[in-house]
């Protein structure tokens, strides 16, 4: 099980970045994919989380309306569309599958010692 984050970089508040998550050694369509960050002295949060089952998204609080999360099955890509972004969204972003039920990810904080993680990508959002 492999996953491989990328398409961070370096913006300005409001402006946007579309990461992907390609994964492989394993079927996407039967796992959910959560994505994670991670700021520095911070703990590591669920920002978003796509179900295996109907594709249903979910959300933290902290990017509700602003992150869009999508998967490509035939792709084995997971997206995440980052709009309007700002300081407090600069991190390292991680993607990762069989952390927990997508609904607990993006509702409390997680363990990193669950599941399968990927390689964080840099965000960067200058004020």
């Known amino acids: 099980v492999q996953l491989q984050a990328s398409g961070g970089g370096l913006v300005h508040s409001g402006g946007s970045l579309r990461l992907s998550c390609v994964i492989s050694g394993f079927t996407l369509d039967y796992y959910s994919i959560g994505w994670f960050r991670q700021a520095p002295g911070q703990g590591r949060e669920g920002v978003s989380c796509?179900?295996?089952?109907?594709?249903?998204?979910y959300y933290a609080d902290s990017v509700k309306g602003r992150f869009t999360i999508s998967r490509d099955n035939a792709k084995k890509t997971v997206y995440l569309q980052m709009n309007s972004l700002k300081p407090e969204d600069t991190a390292v972003y991680y993607c990762?599958?069989?952390?927990?039920?997508?609904?607990?990810?993006?509702?409390?904080?997680?363990?990193?010692?669950?599941?399968?993680w990927g390689q964080g990508t840099q965000v960067t959002v200058s004020s």
């Open positions: 990762a599958t069989e952390v927990a039920p997508c609904i607990v990810v993006v509702t409390i904080p997680i363990s990193t010692d669950f599941g399968s």
């Open positions: 796509i179900s295996s089952s109907d594709g249903t998204a």
